[in-house]
């Protein structure tokens, strides 16, 4: 009994170790699409382009956050992980519009007015 009791511990210890691993990996990738969604405004001039990557980056985090629950290491995880695609009106979008586009102010007010 104890043999077993001692194989059940170690082979606990390597799954806990590999999901820690996991976990560090998959906070690393969040991190990483919060970046590029905070940085798209100041990369690409163009307002639909940014909306498009910064939705890509939510739903790579939501995909990254589903993997994380299913190895139970979500508890590390900030509520802030979570970038939430806002619906209505973007005053980043508009701005960066009108400050490198030729587009006429209703022009961007439509292309950064969600639905």
Do not use: H, W, Y
């Not at 001692?6 to 906070?27: G, H, K, M, T």
């Not at 890509?56 to 629950?69: G, R, Y």
């Not at 973007?90 to 006429?104: E, V, W």
């Amino acid at each position: 009994m104890g043999k077993l009791l001692l194989i059940f511990l170690l082979f606990s210890a390597n799954v806990f170790a590999d999901n820690q691993e996991e976990c560090a990996r998959i906070r690393s990738d969040i991190v990483r699409q919060q970046n590029i969604a905070n940085m798209a405004p100041r990369m690409v001039n163009n307002p639909m382009f940014v909306a498009s990557l910064q939705a890509k980056s939510a739903n790579n985090i939501a995909d990254l956050e589903s993997q994380a629950a299913t190895l139970n290491c979500n508890a590390a995880f900030s509520s802030n992980t979570v970038i939430e695609q806002k619906q209505g009106f973007s005053q980043a979008c508009f701005d960066t519009c009108i400050n490198n586009t030729t587009k006429t102010k209703d022009q961007c007010f439509d292309a950064c007015n969600s639905k």
